[in-house]
Structures are given as C-alpha cells and as structure tokens.
C-alpha cells in the first residue's frame, strides 16, 4: 500500500520546535478520563481527537496525527505534547513548531519562547481555519461526543463519511493541492446491477452489500485517505498525494477485494457475489475546482459500465 508522505515540503516551515505556549491544567484524571480536542471550526465539526501517549502533531501535511487541509497551515504546524504523573494526573503541553501564520490559544497567539506551558481544561486552540476545544472527556461524555460525531459525518448504513463531509474533503484538498503543485486522485464507485440486487433479494440484503463496501473501503483505505458514499450505491474515494497510476492501483484492488466477498441473504438463501465499477481521474492543471475532477472521474465510471461493468477505468491518458 502507499505509504502517507509530506505534503508540501516547504522552506518556511521547519520542522524543529520553536517555542511553547503555556495555558496550563492539570488535575485528578480517573482511570479511564482521556484528554481529547473537540472540533468547533473546521471540517468535519465535533471531531473528537484524542491526545495519547506521545500526544499529536498538527499540520497541513499527511504526515502528522491530524492533518489539516488548509492553506492557512504550516506543513508541520504544532505539537501537542501529553506528560503523565502518576496519580497527580496529566498534563498538556502546546508546542508551536515554527508556524506561518501562528498558533493561537483563547484568541491570543502563542509567544515565540521556549518556556513550557501547560493546556487548561477547556481552553480553545485555533490553527488556521480550524479551532478545537481541549476537554477532559469521562467515558460518558466521550461517548456523547462520538455519537454526535458519528451522526453529522457518517453514513449511518455504510460507515464512511456522508456526501456533505466527503465532498467537503474533496474540495479542501483540491483547493490546496492547485495551490502547492501536489498529486490528488479521486475514486468514483457504483455497485453493479444493484437494483437487481434489491428486486432479487430484497432491501435488507441490498443494505449487507452496501456495508460490505464500506467495510472493504475503510479495511483497505489509508487513515489520509477519504471514503463517503455520496447516494445510493455511489461512493467517492479522495486519495491525496497520489498519482494515476496509484489510484488505477488502488480501484483494481478495491474491486478485486469487493468481488471475492460472498453476500449471505437474511433469509439463508444461496450466498452471492456483488461486483462494482471504478472510474478513476487525477487533477489536472486544467481542472479549475473540484466539480471539474468530479465531472472527469463520473465520466471514467460511465465508460466503466458502458465497457461491461466489473472493471477500472480512467479519463486521462495514462
């Protein structure tokens, strides 16, 4: 599989550590309290972002723990840093690394120095476009935020990211991928001869089909990869930092894998196979926004079926 590499390798932002911010908390934390970052501004909003073990890093590139599509962000933007006492609890540091534009806690940017300072109990941190609420979850509120998450951004039936979210993802990351000259590749899937599926079989099967390609995108997918099924039998699949031939590389083997996975109806009737068709297209300079890639990648899929279904095709010349 393709391996998650930088995404813009840019002079201006070192990678080394600059300064701290201070903004500090600490306190009793039960067994099973957790720090998390709870996304206020952003896509997709009320993420829950967990700060374990070595903490997480915050940036634009596909390298760090949370990657943040924007403009506005450094490759490598900020650290956050988790240090454990015992049973005194926990403490969050920030760490900016140097950044462009600045990080910023409570609406006041992080000084340049190198005194560390610690993360209060809801205290909110902003990079670039994108700001988070540092909270000290319980098991009760983590589940709370999660639950929420899961309904404004999933697809409840499939498990990847609803039309609204993935085309969201899709039009950040053309915008920054234009912007800094950087590969993106995008994925449109529809399963074959699906209604038959539902007339045959009935709705309840159609939907194991439907969860069966979820489940085969999300196994199968990189974690900066982006799935969501856009309607119906549709799905969208946005692959950034990858080239055409990754991409032809990547819907060979989605279909491959989706195909050989047998279907078992509810009802204990002879388990089947499902097929799909994949139409493929990269960004070109003369694609202009994201509805110009989306367009090119419906076209590769219509010639797909059109070609006898069960295969891979791309719009651009490979």
């Known amino acids: 599989m393709r391996q998650p590499i930088p995404f813009d390798p840019q002079a201006e932002d070192p990678d080394s550590p600059t300064s701290y911010a201070f903004v500090s908390g600490t306190g009793a934390v039960g067994a099973d309290d957790e720090w998390a970052l709870i996304r206020y501004a952003g896509h997709p909003i009320g993420e829950v972002v967990p700060v374990r073990g070595d903490g997480i890093s915050l940036g634009r590139g596909l390298d760090n723990d949370l990657c943040l599509p924007d403009a506005e962000v450094s490759r490598r933007h900020a650290k956050l840093d988790?240090?454990?006492?015992?049973?005194?609890?926990?403490?969050?540091?920030?760490r900016d690394l140097g950044s462009t534009n600045g990080t910023f806690v409570n609406g006041k940017r992080v000084p340049g120095n190198d005194e560390p300072l610690h993360l209060f109990d809801g205290d909110v941190l902003r990079v670039g476009g994108h700001a988070f609420k540092l909270k000290l979850l319980d098991p009760l509120e983590r589940h709370y935020h999660q639950v929420v998450q899961a309904q404004t951004t999933r697809d409840h039936l499939t498990g990847v990211s609803n039309r609204a979210t993935v085309l969201g993802y899709l039009e950040k990351h053309t915008d920054l991928t234009r912007r800094y000259r950087r590969p993106l590749a995008v994925i449109l899937c529809d399963l074959d001869h699906f209604k038959r599926v539902n007339d045959t079989y009935g709705h309840?099967?159609?939907?194991?089909?439907?969860?069966?390609?979820?489940?085969?995108?999300?196994?199968?997918?990189?974690?900066?990869?982006?799935?969501?099924?856009?309607?119906?039998?549709?799905?969208?699949?946005?692959?950034?930092?990858?080239?055409?031939?990754?991409?032809?590389?990547?819907?060979?083997?989605?279909?491959?894998?989706?195909?050989?996975?047998?279907?078992?109806?509810p009802d204990g009737s002879t388990p089947f196979h499902v097929q799909a068709s994949f139409g493929v297209a990269q960004l070109l300079e003369q694609?202009?926004?994201?509805?110009?890639?989306?367009?090119?990648?419906?076209?590769?899929?219509?010639?797909a079926k059109a070609l006898g279904r069960n295969r891979v095709e791309c719009d651009d010349p490979v």
């Open 82 to 94: 988790l240090l454990v006492h015992g049973d005194e609890g926990s403490l969050v540091m920030l």
């Open 204 to 265: 309840a099967t159609g939907d194991l089909a439907l969860k069966l390609f979820g489940m085969v995108l999300l196994r199968r997918l990189r974690t900066c990869d982006h799935a969501g099924r856009i309607g119906g039998e549709e799905f969208l699949i946005v692959l950034p930092e990858t080239q055409l031939q990754e991409a032809l590389a990547v819907a060979e083997e989605l279909r491959t894998a989706f195909g050989s996975e047998p279907i078992s109806p």
């Open 287 to 303: 694609d202009l926004n994201a509805g110009s890639l989306f367009g090119r990648a419906d076209v590769a899929l219509y010639r």
